[in-house]
C-alpha cells in the first residue's frame, strides 16, 4: 500500500464559503422548566455546546479551543445564558398561539460568508415542521405554516427584534465566523494529510472481496472520497456517515465488493481544498496477509532454537577442543617424565667396564670399585 499527495492539483478556493451555525432546541420540562441547549456548527463541524441550566459552552476539539481566549469563552457562556431567557420568553408565545404546551421548539441562525460578504439566516420550527423564516434584507418575519401567521404579526411589531438580530450579526455570528475561518487554515496546513487504509477481506460467496478503505482526520467536513478502478470511480459504493473515534477524530468508511484482485487498479481517493491524495490496494486480503504473519512468525519462533543449538555447539566443540588440548599436553609430558627416567636409569646401570673407566679418569679414585649387579 502506498500513499500518494498531489496538492498541487488542487488549488484552494479563494472564494470559498464558510458558515456559522447556532442551533437551538428547546423542550418542555417538569415543573414549567425549559430544557435548553445551543450547538454552534462551522462548516458543518459541531464546535461547541452549552445547555441549561449550567450555561457552559465549551469544545472538545484542541484546535477550536484555542480560537477563543479565556475572556472571549465567557463571553459565550453569557450569551448562552442570555438566550435562554430570551427563548424562554419567545417559546411561551408561540405555545399560547399554537395552544400546546408540550412542544418542542428549534431555531438555525446562521451568517455565511461568500466572496467577503457575510449574510445571515434565521429559521424557526416547531415539533419538527417549518414555522417562521427571517428575510435576510428587510429583517421582517414570514409563516411557513397557517399557525405561524399570528407569531409572524406579532414579532414584526417588537421593537426589540430587529436590533437584536443585527446584534447577533455583527457582535456575535460574524467575529466568531473570522476566528474560525483563520483558525481553520492554519489547522489544515499543519494537519494537511488524513490516515488513509485501504484493504481487502474474504467474503462467503466465493471468488469475491470486500473491499474497503477507512478515512480519519480530526477535519472531515467538506472532504470528498471515492473510490476509483483504473482511475475511473466506482458505482456501488457504500459510504458509512463520519463517525467519532477515540482520539477524537472522524473516520468514514467506503466499501464495495469486486473480483479483481490484481494490485495497484483500485485506489481510496480523498479531494480537500487544499490537497488530492489517493492511496493504492495491493490486491491481498487480510486472511492473506495473516497467512503471510504467521508463517513470518513461525519462522521466527524457530530462530532461539536454532541460536540455542548453534550454541551448545559451539560450546561443545570449544570443550572437546580444551579436553583434547589437555590429552595432548598430559601426552607430552609423560612422555618427557619417561625420557628423563631412562636417561637416569642409562647412568645409573652403566656397565662395570664404563663405570671402571670413567674411575680411572678420577684423580680422587684411591681404592678399589665395588659395583652390585642390577638386571634389567
Known amino acids: 500500500m502506498h500513499l500518494t499527495a498531489c496538492a498541487a492539483e488542487e488549488k484552494v478556493q479563494k472564494n470559498k464559503k464558510h458558515s456559522l451555525q447556532y442551533l437551538y432546541t428547546l423542550r418542555s420540562a417538569p415543573e414549567d422548566d425549559t430544557e435548553f441547549e445551543i450547538t454552534t456548527v462551522f462548516d458543518g463541524l459541531i464546535i461547541s455546546h452549552c445547555k441549561s441550566p449550567r450555561f457552559r459552552d465549551h469544545s472538545r476539539e484542541d484546535w477550536i479551543s484555542q480560537t477563543f ?11 448562552c445564558e442570555g438566550e435562554y431567557y430570551l427563548h424562554n420568553t419567545l417559546k411561551k408565545k408561540i405555545e399560547d ?17 461568500d466572496d467577503s460578504v457575510v449574510r445571515m439566516s434565521d429559521r424557526w420550527g416547531v415539533n419538527g415542521e417549518d414555522f417562521l423564516t427571517l428575510d435576510p434584507k428587510t429583517l421582517k418575519w414570514s409563516s411557513d405554516s397557517p399557525l405561524a401567521a ?20 455583527l457582535n456575535q455570528c460574524k467575529p466568531s465566523l473570522m476566528k474560525l475561518k483563520m483558525k481553520k487554515e492554519e489547522y489544515l496546513q499543519e494537519n494537511m494529510y488524513p490516515k488513509m487504509y485501504i484493504f481487502g477481506k474474504s467474503s462467503h460467496d466465493g471468488d469475491a472481496v470486500s473491499m474497503r ?3 480519519s482526520h480530526k477535519y472531515l467536513s467538506g472532504v470528498r472520497v471515492r473510490l476509483t478502478l483504473d482511475g475511473v470511480a466506482v458505482d456501488n459504493v457504500n459510504i458509512s456517515s463520519p463517525a467519532p473515534n477515540m482520539d477524537g477524530s472522524v ?20 479531494d480537500t481544498d487544499y490537497l488530492h491524495i489517493f492511496t493504492a490496494w495491493d490486491g491481498q486480503t487480510l486472511s492473506q496477509k495473516s497467512d503471510f504473519y504467521k508463517r513470518g512468525m513461525m519462522v521466527i519462533s524457530w530462530i ?34 619417561i625420557n628423563i627416567s631412562n636417561v637416569n636409569f642409562s647412568i645409573y646401570v652403566a656397565t662395570e667396564e664404563e663405570f671402571r673407566r670413567m674411575a680411572e679418569d678420577d684423580d680422587e679414585f684411591h681404592g678399589p670399585v665395588f659395583l652390585r649387579e642390577y638386571r634389567v
Open 69 to 79: 481566549t479565556n475572556a472571549e469563552w465567557k463571553n459565550r457562556d453569557l450569551f
Open 97 to 113: 398561539v399554537i395552544n400546546t404546551t408540550n412542544g418542542i421548539i428549534q431555531r438555525e441562525i446562521s451568517c455565511t460568508e
Open 150 to 169: 399570528p407569531v409572524q404579526s406579532d414579532w414584526n411589531q417588537m421593537k426589540f427584534m430587529t436590533p437584536s438580530l443585527k446584534d447577533f450579526k
Open 213 to 215: 478503505c477507512y478515512i
Open 251 to 270: 473516520q468514514i468508511r467506503l466499501e464495495t465488493k469486486t473480483n479483481i484482485k490484481e494490485p495497484n487498479r483500485y485506489h481510496c481517493v480523498v
Open 304 to 337: 532461539p532454537l536454532i541460536m540455542l543449538l548453534i550454541t551448545l555447539g559451539t560450546a561443545w566443540s570449544l570443550a572437546a577442543f580444551l579436553q583434547g588440548c589437555s590429552f595432548i599436553c598430559k601426552k607430552a609430558k609423560r612422555q618427557r617424565n
